[in-house]
Every structure is written in structure tokens, then in C-alpha cells.
């Protein structure tokens, strides 16, 4: 199956669970419970998968990524009534777990509390401030470049490579096309080897 035909398939895929989304959508914004109950088990899996892809498995502040993306479910259900058919359902989700994200960052900003259930018994040599501090810079030096690009390139490298989304349904996601995410895609990450290599040199 050549990249025509793949896309093709992707498309077809796509528009479906599109059409399907915003058909419960619409439902539930003019009230109708279960197709809520039905949206929201659809989207779940999305939005912590890439609520995992935007913090890690790690906490921020107190959050987890399930955390962050119930705080988004629940913000769905409360803007729902904002939503209209002609923007996917996905765009507007993502667009809402991109600013439960950013709250989440800041809020740990100002939290320095490292909440913990128990006091081990022994040191844990294998997760000690050592492995912490080296895991912690690696992550905090992979941000700060991806802060450097511009949103949507950083929208687009989560989805295509911390999800593995097609190109197809990452522009599904974010309201494009296919074509502009591959040229974005590129962009993205030429311009993260430039700014890797400036930071080498």
C-alpha cells in the first residue's frame, strides 16, 4: 500500500470518528446525557494520551497526566455549549488539554511540595537526587527547546511523535491538512537540530 493509499485509509478513518464525534457532540451539548456519557468515553483515551506526551509519566506540581486530563473532561463538558460543528471535535478538545497543560506547569510553579504516600524503608538507589537531577535536565533542556518553536510546530511533533498520529489525523487534530503537517513537521524539527547544534557549538 503506497503513502496515497495510507492516507486515503487515514482520511476515511478519520472523517468517520469525526462525523461520529460531533454527532455525540451535538447531542450533548442540547442536553442528551448518555450521548455525553458516550463522548466522553471516547475522547478519554485521547486526551491522556496526550496529556502523557505533554508532562510525562511523572507529576507536575501534585497533577499526574490523568489528572490533568480529567481537569480537561470535565472542562469539555462545562464548554460544550461554546462548541459549534464547524470545528472538529478534537481541535476544540486539544485546544482545551494545551491550556489545562499550561495550568498545570504554572500551578506547580508556585507548589515545591513533593508529595509522597509513605516513607520507604530503605534508600532507592536506582531513583536517587543523582538519576533525578540528570532525568530532570534532559526533560527541562528538551522543554526549553520546544518552547523556542512556534505553538503549532510543538502541537505537531506531540501528536506525530509522542503519539504516533498519522499526518492525516494530526491534521484532523489540529484543523489543517495533511500536506502542512508533513512541511511543519519538517520545519519542527530542522529547526530543533539548528538550535541543538547552536547550543553544542
Known amino acids: 500500500?503506497?503513502?496515497q493509499d495510507t492516507d486515503r485509509a487515514d482520511l476515511a478513518r478519520s472523517a468517520r470518528r469525526d462525523a461520529e464525534l460531533n454527532r455525540l457532540a451535538g447531542l450533548a451539548a442540547r442536553g442528551d446525557q448518555r450521548a455525553l456519557e458516550t463522548l466522553l468515553a471516547m475522547i478519554r483515551p485521547m486526551v491522556v494520551q496526550y496529556c502523557r506526551a505533554r508532562v510525562g509519566a511523572g507529576l507536575?506540581?501534585?497533577q499526574s497526566a490523568e489528572d490533568i486530563a480529567q481537569d480537561t473532561l470535565v472542562a469539555v463538558v462545562g464548554a460544550l455549549e461554546r462548541w459549534r460543528p464547524e470545528?472538529?471535535?478534537m481541535a476544540f478538545v486539544y485546544g482545551i488539554a494545551g491550556n489545562k497543560v499550561v495550568d498545570a506547569y504554572r500551578a506547580a510553579g508556585r507548589d515545591r511540595s513533593v508529595p509522597t504516600e509513605n516513607v520507604p524503608d530503605e534508600p532507592d538507589l536506582d531513583h536517587g537526587p543523582e538519576q533525578a537531577a540528570l532525568?530532570?535536565?534532559l526533560v527541562a533542556e528538551l522543554r526549553t527547546l520546544l518552547d523556542e518553536l512556534p505553538e503549532q510546530h510543538r502541537e505537531i511533533l506531540v501528536l506525530r511523535i509522542a503519539l504516533g498520529m498519522s499526518a492525516v489525523e494530526?491534521?484532523?487534530a489540529?484543523?489543517?491538512t495533511s500536506g502542512a503537517v508533513r512541511v511543519a513537521q519538517h520545519r519542527a524539527l530542522n529547526r530543533l537540530r539548528e538550535l541543538i547544534a547552536r547550543r553544542s557549538a
Do not use: D, E, P
Request: positive net charge; charged residues 15%; proline residues 0%.
Open 1 to 3: 500500500m503506497g503513502a
Open 87 to 89: 470545528k472538529r471535535v
Open 60 to 62: 507536575v506540581g501534585s
Open 174 to 176: 489540529i484543523g489543517s
Open 170 to 172: 494530526t491534521a484532523t
Open 135 to 137: 532525568r530532570g535536565g
